[in-house]
């Protein structure tokens, strides 16, 4: 299974406060504005830890959007914390996290954070 497949099956099985989780895109008939929805796809893949003129692991950078639900009763620093927790419970390295912002197409807020995972190849 890729990394990216890796991240999606932990989402959707750690999160159960949230109404769907999305690889790659989003399905816009299933995400409206009243849903509260994950969005997981690639980021960067970098080769790592040389030796014997060859490389030993691949660090992929993954990426989380959390699209909150127009009118939203989360609070979103508690589910974060919470999911950023899971996540390193299972092996991930929370990166970045860059901050809530308001979509401007759908009015809903979101949160962008980024996930490394270190894999031997």
Do not use: C
Request: aromatic fraction near 14%; glycine fraction near 4%.
């Amino acid at each position: 299974m890729t990394a990216l497949m890796d991240l999606y099956e932990a989402v959707k099985s750690g999160v159960d406060w949230a109404d769907n989780v999305f690889v790659k895109n989003i399905d816009e008939s299933e995400a409206k504005t009243d849903l509260t929805f994950l969005l997981v796809r690639d980021a960067t893949q970098e080769l790592e830890n040389y030796g014997s003129n060859t490389f030993h692991t691949m660090t992929y950078t993954l990426q989380i959007q959390i699209f909150y639900a127009s009118d939203s009763d989360l609070d979103y620093d508690e589910v974060e914390l919470k999911l950023f927790r899971y996540l390193e419970s299972k092996g991930y390295l929370i990166s970045n996290v860059r901050g809530r912002l308001q979509d401007p197409d759908t009015y809903q807020d979101y949160q962008t954070f980024l996930v490394n995972i270190e894999k031997e190849v």
